[in-house]
Structure formats: structure tokens, C-alpha cells
């Protein structure tokens, strides 16, 4: 099968930050030091499951300027029921992110006990990381981006990490039950607010990724700063995030999807799908057939989101643990997440089945492939998606690429993508 096409690049350009430590210094060290941290004081630093660029150097700068401030840092898995909802499977999550005790140079805590802390206006119980709610400090640090499942003023980032991450596997899943009552903004901002209340959080670090998976902005607030700062983040995320220029695909092949790249596996504000696989979490693009050829390694098994797409490899689908991947789609209330979609034993018989189920020939078929829904900087397209191409101002179409080819049973190697990320 040969599909001809010609890879697209993304030309939007931000400067990243090059030096990590100097940048948090600058914006973290006026507020512990306003924070008047006691000599010695424990504090505990958040450690999430995202796939953020060198997130290792960040925690590690955060700790730096703990020490400098005169505290004590450690590190706390706060990331919900990822890893399998336990200690061990947290612990090995930070480690596939290069998170180790080592590589940030404090100790990590990773267990899944909590402490109860009250309720919400709406009745929720709220629960935090028993080893964060004996600290006496707490920096919450997390990604601020669009969320996968809902928009709002404020989504993915420091409230989120602070609720649900800080929450452990008790937290979440209670959240996500209230989720389908009242909502996730409102839900987030009352746990997140009864916690500001209870523990001793002195500050949150928001991080802003540009559409390249480069840093772009370090910013720290006091807690009583935080859900401005988180807002004003979040309006800067969106204009930086990755994006298909197309308004319609008939197929969509995304070569790797895992927890390392979206809490759905595949971003749905990049595929276009919502959670439930069937409607949509933005306009555009409108993907007819999704086929995802890969599960991260560093997902260990956890497929959450395998559900989005219409066809998959046998070599993704053999290597799904069912266990966490049930326990995180039960933990977010979304059962759709975890379906697991048309099984192929090639990329062949999935391309096939795809195009069929469009109701398109490799011709006419509109197809786009990605690395994955964290890196769309360089796009395969097809011929006749290229016709359709919007944004045309901020994309440049390039050379000619086989990476929309099957030689054999398999497509050829993304190889021009991956060396241009």
C-alpha cells in the first residue's frame, strides 16, 4: 500500500527557557521567602505523571531553591490512581520520567494513605497524600494546559495537581463521581480550596510548554495567587498548543499513545475526539478512523484512552495490563477510555480496514500520521489532505515522505519526523 505524501511543519516558533535553574530561582525565591520558611522545615514538593520536558531539572531547581530558603525538600508522587494506584507503581512512573531520587537529589515518598480534610460546599470529601499533610510546607507543581475532558477557565495544571494528584487514589476516584454531578471546574476549584485552607501550601509552580514540547514559561505564585496565576497561564497554554491544521481526516494513525503523553493517552484537544470516543472535544479536526500502532513503555500497561481510537496493532493490544488500565478508567468514570477497539495483526490490515471504513480509496483518503498527540511538529500528510490544509500561514509543506507507506506488512519508519523533533 503507498499513499503518497509530503511531510508539514509546524513554523511556529517560541524561545524556550534555556536555563532551567535560573528561571525558577527568579520567580520561586521571593515567594519562600515571603513564606519565611523555619530553618530545617520539611517540605513537600509535587511530583506528578505527565510527560513534561526536563522535568527532572525542574523539580531538582524547585529543590534547590527550597534548600536556599532553608527548608528540607522532598519529593511526593501526587498523580492519583496512575501506577496502578500503588506506592511502587507511582515510584516507577517518576522513574520512566527520569524522576529519581538520584536524577533530583531529595528523597521521594510514594505511598497511597491519606488524611481527610473536610468537605466541600457540595459534600465532597476531600482527601490529601498523608506524607504531604504532615509537611510543614508544601509547593505544588504541575503542567498548566487544556484539559483532555473539559474546558473552563482553569483545567489542566496547578488546582488539578493540588486536587486530584495530591488526592491519591481516594481523592480521584471521589472527584470523578462529583465530576458528572456538578461538573470538573467547579469540583477542582472546591477541593482545591479546602485544601489551601488546611495545609500549610506556601506556593504552586506553573509550567507552559510551547507546541514542540519545549519550556516556555516557570512561573510561581503564592497560594493565595494561584488560581489568578493558573488562569493567566492557561490563556497563554492555549496558544501554544500543539495542533492538526486539518478540518476533516479520514484517517488519523498516531504511532504512540500512553499516560507519558496525555492522562487519555492521546490528547483529544489534538485528535479532535472526546473521552467517550464518539464526539468531539473541539471543532477540528474531525477524525473519521483513528489507528494507534504503539503503547509507550513507560505507560507500564496502562492504555487509558485506548477507547478513542477505531483500530490498533496486536503488538498494542498484547501489551495492555488491564489491571491499571480498568483502575484509572474507573478511577476517571469514563468506561469508554478503556474499550479496547479493532484488533490487526499489521499496520496492513489496519490501513485497509480504515480507509474501507471511510468509505475512501488510498486515492482519494485524506491521512495524516504523528509520532504522537505530545509531538506535532512534523506531520506525514497525504496528497489530498494537503489540498485541505488550514492554517496555512502558520504550517509550510515539505519534502516528499514514504512514512505513509506499507512495505510488507508494516508502515516505513517516521524517520524525518523524529529527526527533526
Request: with cysteine; aromatic share 4%; proline share 4%.
Amino acid at each position: 500500500m503507498t499513499i503518497e505524501g509530503r511531510l508539514v511543519r509546524d513554523t511556529l516558533r517560541v524561545a524556550p527557557i534555556d536555563d532551567i535553574e535560573a528561571a525558577t530561582r527568579a520567580t520561586l525565591a521571593p515567594v519562600l521567602s515571603a513564606a519565611r520558611l523555619r530553618a530545617g522545615a520539611r517540605v513537600a514538593v509535587t511530583a506528578g505523571s505527565r510527560g513534561i520536558a526536563r522535568i527532572p531539572q525542574i523539580l531538582r531547581a524547585i529543590c534547590v531553591v527550597v534548600r536556599e530558603a532553608g527548608g528540607e525538600p522532598f519529593l511526593v508522587a501526587a498523580m492519583g490512581s496512575h501506577g496502578g494506584g500503588t506506592g511502587l507503581g507511582q515510584r516507577t512512573m517518576l522513574a520512566h520520567l527520569g524522576v529519581t531520587e538520584s536524577s533530583v537529589g531529595v528523597p521521594i515518598e510514594s505511598e497511597m494513605d491519606v488524611v481527610e480534610l473536610g468537605q466541600t460546599a457540595h459534600g465532597v470529601a476531600v482527601a490529601c497524600d498523608a506524607r504531604a499533610a504532615r509537611a510543614d510546607a508544601i509547593v505544588v507543581a504541575g503542567r498548566v494546559k487544556p484539559h483532555t475532558d473539559f474546558d473552563g477557565a482553569i483545567e489542566s495544571g496547578i488546582l488539578k495537581m493540588t486536587a486530584i494528584g495530591l488526592g491519591k487514589e481516594v481523592g480521584a476516584a471521589r472527584y470523578h463521581a462529583a465530576f458528572a454531578r456538578w461538573g470538573y471546574e467547579t469540583i477542582i476549584r472546591e477541593v482545591a480550596a479546602r485544601m489551601y485552607e488546611q495545609l500549610p501550601i506556601v506556593a504552586g509552580v506553573g509550567i507552559v510548554e510551547d507546541n514542540r514540547g519545549g519550556t516556555h514559561a516557570i512561573e510561581a505564585f503564592p497560594a493565595a495567587g494561584i488560581v489568578a496565576g493558573e488562569e493567566a497561564l492557561l490563556t497563554r497554554a492555549r496558544r501554544l498548543m500543539p495542533a492538526l491544521p486539518f478540518d476533516l481526516l479520514d484517517l488519523l494513525i498516531v504511532d504512540r499513545m500512553g499516560k507519558i503523553y496525555s492522562g487519555s493517552g492521546m490528547d483529544t484537544n489534538v485528535t479532535g475526539r472526546a473521552v467517550d470516543g464518539r464526539s468531539q472535544k473541539v471543532p477540528r479536526p474531525v477524525v473519521r478512523q483513528l489507528f494507534v500502532r504503539e503503547l509507550a513503555p513507560e505507560s507500564e500497561g496502562n492504555a487509558t484512552g485506548i477507547g478513542l481510537a477505531d483500530f490498533c496493532t496486536r503488538r498494542l493490544a498484547d501489551a495492555i495490563d488491564w489491571t491499571p488500565t480498568y483502575l484509572n478508567a474507573m478511577t476517571a468514570a469514563q468506561p469508554a477510555s478503556a474499550r479496547l477497539p479493532v484488533v490487526c495483526e499489521h499496520d496492513r490490515d489496519a490501513m485497509r480496514y480504515a480507509l474501507n471504513a471511510a468509505g475512501v480509496t488510498e486515492r482519494d483518503a485524506r491521512v495524516a500520521r504523528i509520532r504522537d498527540t505530545l509531538h506535532v511538529e512534523t506531520i506525514a500528510t497525504s496528497q489530498t489532505a494537503l489540498a485541505a490544509l488550514v492554517d496555512a500561514g502558520r504550517y509550510t509543506v515539505g519534502e516528499p515522505t514514504d512514512a505513509l507507506t506499507v512495505a510488507g506488512d508494516d508502515l516505513l519508519p517516521f524517520q524525518a519526523a523524529a529527526a527533526v523533533a
